[in-house]
């Protein structure tokens, strides 16, 4: 049941017992149920003056520091009878309550749970928040799969369903059933929020869960899955193949004279690309040019470095030339820590690739299977080709995350908002969009509950030169509450020298036109076509 409009709400709201100190007791509370689970335990403590630094990573805000929080903490561990697996998930329980239910996204191969930020600024605005460990512990951290396998060359299939699908569900339906236990009411608004994997696990919500969440922010999704991490290592495989391994100081040297030269397009130079679709550097116009590298140290653009970087660039390849996924956008960094093309060097000379670990364990574990594989040993476009589409073939179904057919979430009311920034290292942004295109192809009428949004100079979910929309949850509230569509997505960014930079995001596949005046201005920008092309 739902609301028309945001007041009501908030009245139903009030008839909705406070939690207390009392309430908040592991005895008291009885397990919730969720259809083929079995609840093994169930620990609750009251949390009284919690506070928290936010920072924008993964959650979709502005920083913000949050005081005086008061809640139930409950984690519940609980089994799928037959599988041997363990699952925890935590919610958080505000004394306050707003009606209102928010599931929180993870990242990498981390389920959820990787910064209590998530959890903490939902709580901090009175709802009740809810994150799953998928399986396994956050302690593995994000950027490897240490519970990929039961035994070499067997994978944990077990695993990577929760992983993939079965735990967002587990986590929905068992925090909205203690939600009702503890404040004798279902919630009136269900939401979403999540960036990176948390971004692919609001999608796989709505393509198998349409009645689970009545709105999902989705930023910067780990869509595609199958196909995106195997890319990752292409740019790697370039390096063998060309056995050059260039420093980062000369892919760095690359992306700058990138940006410089295109910079220009959208009408302003501000160090961002509004639209770099059109631009067309002339690689070869820099072999050669001289570089002076942090530290004092020179070295030469050399035509090995201009391929590697343009291979990432464009993307994998086949022997045959056909397209297989798209690399990141045009001037993306190349050598950051999450980025495809990483090396380690000792002075700028004697480096060696460095695949980004989650696509390195992805390929490792999943695909090949065998614990030792590295990927020296792959070097020809043929070899890449091979494990891309076994990584395609095997998981496409499980995780792949890109079924287009939205009309259930739809019939249901759902609104998704997406948001990409235009420089994302990992996730290519081409993804995002290519996805919203075939969903597009089924529904044209997308643009009623799906609105998908680009952010130039934003990198992989919230670092980066551009501005960042850290008021799009609150953007998808109102949609879902009010009726009121997002025609822009409100965004910001602070320079080092404490210059704001305000620019709205728009509804692709428009984009952000510079009219005039001071560029650090959002009324300096009208939403249209032109720069990109479409």
């Known amino acids: 049941m739902h609301f028309n409009s945001i007041f009501p709400a908030l009245m139903a709201v009030a008839s909705v017992k406070a939690a207390t100190t009392l309430d908040c007791d592991s005895s008291l509370i009885s397990y919730p149920t969720a259809p083929g689970v079995e609840v093994l335990s169930l620990n609750a403590t009251h949390v009284t003056n919690f506070s928290f630094s936010i920072t924008e990573q993964l959650v979709s805000h502005y920083p913000q520091n949050l005081t005086s929080l008061d809640f139930c903490n409950v984690t519940i561990r609980y089994t799928h009878p037959g599988q041997n697996d363990d699952v925890n998930i935590q919610i958080w329980l505000p004394d306050s309550w707003n009606g209102r239910f928010l599931g929180t996204g993870g990242g990498g191969f981390a389920g959820g749970e990787i910064q209590r930020g998530s959890l903490a600024i939902g709580v901090s605005q009175g709802y009740v928040s809810v994150a799953t460990d998928g399986g396994h512990s956050r302690s593995f951290g994000v950027a490897t799969a240490p519970w990929a396998q039961v035994s070499p060359f067997n994978v944990d299939q077990y695993a990577l369903h929760n992983f993939a699908s079965a735990a967002l569900n587990d986590m929905t339906v068992l925090g909205k059933s203690l939600t009702k236990a503890f404040y004798g009411s279902e919630p009136q608004y269900s939401y979403w929020n999540g960036c990176s994997t948390g971004g692919r696990q609001g999608l796989m919500l709505a393509q198998r869960f349409p009645g689970s969440y009545d709105g999902i922010l989705a930023a910067a999704p780990g869509l595609n899955w199958d196909r995106m991490l195997a890319a990752g290592l292409y740019p790697q495989v370039l390096m063998n193949n060309l056995t050059y391994y260039p420093s980062a100081c000369e892919l760095d040297a690359i992306s700058s004279a990138i940006i410089a030269a295109c910079d220009g397009d959208d009408g302003v130079e501000d160090g961002i690309l509004s639209a770099p679709w059109p631009c067309e550097f002339d690689y070869s116009?820099?072999?050669?040019?001289?570089?002076?590298?942090?530290?004092?140290?020179?070295?030469?653009?050399?035509?090995?470095?201009?391929?590697?970087?343009?291979?990432?660039?464009?993307?994998?390849?086949?022997?045959?030339?056909?397209?297989?996924?798209?690399?990141?956008?045009?001037?993306?960094?190349?050598?950051?820590?999450?980025?495809?093309?990483?090396?380690?060097?000792?002075?700028?000379?004697?480096?060696?690739?460095?695949?980004?670990?989650i696509a390195l364990d992805w390929v490792r574990l999943f695909v090949d299977k065998d614990p030792d594989f590295t990927l020296d040993s792959v070097w020809t476009r043929e070899q890449f080709q091979r494990l891309f589409h076994a990584s395609t073939q095997q998981y496409l179904s499980i995780i792949g995350t890109s079924d287009p057919d939205l009309s259930e979430f739809k019939a249901q009311g759902g609104k998704i908002i997406t948001w990409h920034g235009l420089m994302d290292e990992i996730v290519p942004s081409k993804g995002t969009t290519d996805y919203y295109s075939r969903v597009e192809d089924l529904d044209s009428d997308i643009r009623s509950f799906f609105r998908h949004f680009e952010a130039p100079g934003v990198e992989h979910c919230y670092l980066g030169v551009g501005p960042f929309p850290g008021e799009s949850f609150e953007a998808l509230v109102n949609w879902v509450e009010n009726g009121e569509s997002p025609n822009v997505l409100a965004a910001r960014s602070e320079g080092t020298d404490g210059t704001v930079r305000r620019r709205n995001l728009c509804p692709w596949?428009?984009?952000?036109?510079?009219?005039?005046?001071?560029?650090?201005?959002?009324?300096?920008?009208?939403?249209?076509?032109?720069?990109?092309?479409f």
């Not at 050399?302 to 990141?328: D, H, M, R």
């Not at 005039?516 to 300096?524: C, F, I, K, Q």
């Open 509 to 533: 596949p428009l984009e952000a036109l510079y009219k005039d005046g001071d560029a650090a201005l959002a009324e300096s920008f009208e939403c249209g076509t032109g720069v990109g092309g």
């Open 285 to 357: 116009s820099i072999v050669g040019n001289v570089v002076t590298c942090e530290g004092g140290d020179t070295l030469e653009i050399t035509e090995a470095g201009v391929k590697i970087a343009e291979g990432a660039y464009n993307g994998p390849q086949s022997s045959s030339g056909e397209q297989l996924w798209f690399g990141p956008t045009l001037g993306s960094p190349l050598t950051s820590v999450t980025a495809l093309a990483v090396t380690t060097c000792t002075n700028n000379a004697n480096c060696t690739g460095a695949p980004n670990p």
